[in-house]
T-cell receptor, first 113, second 114 residues
Framework: DAGVIQSPRHEVTEMGQEVTLRCKPISGHDYLFWYRQTMMRGLELLIYFNNNVPIDDSGMPEDRFSAKMPNASFSTLKIQPSEPRDSAVYFC???????????FGEGSRLTVL | AQSVTQLDSHVSVSEGTPVLLRCNYSSSYSPSLFWYVQHPNKGLQLLLKYTSAATLVKGINGFEAEFKKSETSFHLTKPSAHMSDAAEYFCVVSDQPTGNKLVFGAGTILRVKS
């Protein structure tokens, strides 16, 4: 299995631009999570899906952030418009039903200038 | 609400000496506890997990952790450090075995000196 695949690995953009991060979870996993990692705040859960349905988005910072999961093999996290304080590493993780273990992608490092 | 406190932000050991990374937790319920490791520019990988079975949990790469309810601790240990163990380690708590909202500690950076 290829594991959780994220793209792009690195993104540099200017303030005000739209950013789209992509994630392909491990096949057969029922849950998908988006996390953000910064030096100041550590790892924060943004949103998670169960069977493609958003269950809890209470961690999404504000309306500029949105996430979708149109099917079991693809999810996006969009930031529009982006701001410098959005600079972080964004991780996608998936999990099979019935276990607590998360499988993480290698992350997307976002820099907003 | 559940929380974890990693007592050391940085730990430095010599290769071949024991490793101890400390973690205290707080949970309203019988917790599930995890240790994850993150190597530079990589995602997080599960080292081990405790889910109310044996209190001494063995993980990958020779790591183990002991759940001590009386001390609300879940410290990570390894008898002999290897250079490849240099990474950041996260203690994580969930309030259910399959709980979805994991709470991550701030992390401990382990440095291994040759």
């Amino acid at each position: 299995d290829a594991g959780v695949i994220q793209s792009p690995r690195h993104e540099v953009t200017e303030m005000g631009q739209e950013v789209t991060l992509r994630c392909k979870p491990i096949s057969g996993h029922d849950y998908l999570f988006w996390y953000r990692q910064t030096m100041m705040r550590g790892l924060e859960l943004l949103i998670y899906f169960n069977n493609n349905v958003p269950i809890d988005d209470s961690g999404m910072p504000e309306d500029r952030f949105s996430a979708k999961m149109p099917n079991a093999s693809f999810s996006t996290l969009k930031i529009q418009p982006s701001e410098p304080r959005d600079s972080a590493v964004y991780f996608c993780a998936s999990r099979p039903r019935g276990t607590g273990e998360l499988f993480f992608g290698e992350g997307s490092r976002l820099t907003v200038l | 609400a559940q929380s974890v406190t990693q007592l050391d932000s940085h730990v430095s050991v010599s290769e071949g000496t024991p490793v101890l990374l400390r973690c205290n937790y707080s949970s309203s319920y019988s917790p599930s506890l995890f240790w994850y490791v993150q190597h530079p520019n990589k995602g997080l990988q599960l080292l081990l997990k405790y889910t109310s079975a044996a209190t001494l949990v063995k993980g990958i790469n020779g790591f183990e952790a002991e759940f001590k309810k009386s001390e609300t601790s879940f410290h990570l240990t390894k008898p002999s450090a290897h250079m490849s163990d240099a990474a950041e380690y996260f203690c994580v708590v969930s309030d259910q075995p399959t709980g979805n909202k994991l709470v991550f500690g701030a992390g401990t950076i382990l440095r291994v000196k040759s």
